[in-house]
């Protein structure tokens, strides 16, 4: 797998977590069937998800800066 790779996958995470924040608004207006309690349980697993998304869009973050300057100093020794 190449950063390249990592790249891609991160902004796939990035879009997943832009679609479920713009669910997050939807809910908000509350325009649907869903009593309080339901509406408060999907809200919290639909932040729950954006929440981990999160974590492992900033740990792949952290990987592809590290490959990326692995790959930094190899051409610095050369």
């Known amino acids: 797998m190449r950063v390249e790779d990592l ?14 924040a713009k669910e997050v608004a939807r809910v ?6 869903m009593l309080f309690l339901e509406r408060r349980a999907y809200m ?4 729950d998800a954006i929440a ?5 869009r900033v740990t792949l973050v952290k990987a592809c800066q590290r490959i ?3 790959k930094l ?5 050369e």
């Open 68 to 70: 990326g300057n692995g």
């Open 44 to 47: 919290k697993g639909v932040q």
């Open 52 to 56: 981990g998304l999160e974590d492992a």
């Open 7 to 20: 790249q891609a996958r991160v902004a796939r995470l990035e879009g997943l977590a832009r679609g479920l």
């Open 73 to 77: 100093n190899k051409l610095l020794e």
């Open 28 to 33: 908000r207006e509350a325009k649907d069937p």
